[in-house]
């Protein structure tokens, strides 16, 4: 009767363990979505492998392009709900999550601040009127994912690989729920997004390069800063465990 309790218990334990976060984050991790846009481009084609990290749940992201001045050039991927501003879990209203407009200017700041579009309330988000453009949107990932993209026409000789990336929750002793009272935006968000670079010279093209993590956004979206010390953040520089990009020469 003993075995048979103790047998009870670890059964117990293990079907409690699979349906933890962190099962559900190394089954993400190991999983690996296919992303395809733009292939009508007429530019190089650009392929940006994300490997997810220990902290990978459910993120948000942006892959995009910049000359080699910082200044932006396209995206090549964005979540369907950051593109048009209808998010799944958008509204609460009625005492059940549906889908709706919100405005969340802090979830991808730096990409949606260098894209430069600001629309009529003010932000600098994508919404309904202003949305971008299906070609360079898909469903979000929720898994490790391969992104294959191309430009839209020949890249200069020198540009970046950028990729911002956000999780929401992901409070730690620097980055607690008090820091900025009474805004909602930053309760919801914690720890900012990272932004990752790659810096690609076509006339020394290397077979892959390894994105580096350069700075972090504002916890609010209140700007589009790039703020370089990434000393305060903890599980957000984990969402990810590494980003490798391959670009073909056509």
Not at 129 to 137: K, L, R, T
Not at 196 to 213: A, F, N, V
């Amino acid at each position: 009767m003993k075995m048979k309790y103790i047998i009870a218990l670890l059964a117990a334990s293990l079907a409690a363990c699979s349906t933890s976060p962190s099962v559900t984050r190394l089954a993400q991790r190991q999983t690996f979505t296919d992303i395809v846009t733009n292939m009508s481009g007429a530019g190089q084609e650009i392929e940006v492998t994300f490997y997810g990290g220990p902290s990978l749940y459910y993120p948000l992201m942006a892959v995009w392009l910049e000359d080699d001045k910082g200044d932006y050039l396209q995206s090549l991927f964005v979540p369907r709900s950051v593109a048009t501003g209808i998010f799944r879990y958008g509204s609460n209203a009625a005492g059940k999550w549906v889908a709706a407009s919100r405005r969340a200017p802090q979830t991808l700041p730096y990409w949606s601040h260098q894209r430069g579009i600001k629309a009529v309330d003010g932000l600098y988000m994508p919404d309904t009127d202003n949305p971008v453009a299906d070609a360079y949107s898909g469903a979000t990932p929720t898994t490790s994912f391969v992104l294959r993209s191309r430009a839209d026409k020949p890249l200069p000789d020198r540009f970046s690989v950028m990729l911002e990336v956000n999780q929401n929750w992901d409070w730690n002793d620097y980055w607690t729920n008090d820091k900025y009272p009474g805004d909602t935006n930053y309760l919801s968000n914690a720890q900012p997004a990272v932004v990752y670079e790659s810096k690609i010279d076509l006339g020394d093209l290397h077979e892959r390069y390894i994105m580096k993590p350069i700075g972090h956004s504002h916890p609010t979206g209140a700007t589009g800063e790039l703020f370089k010390d990434l000393g305060t953040l903890t599980t957000a520089l984990e969402i990810a465990d590494s980003v490798v990009v391959r670009i073909t020469r056509d």
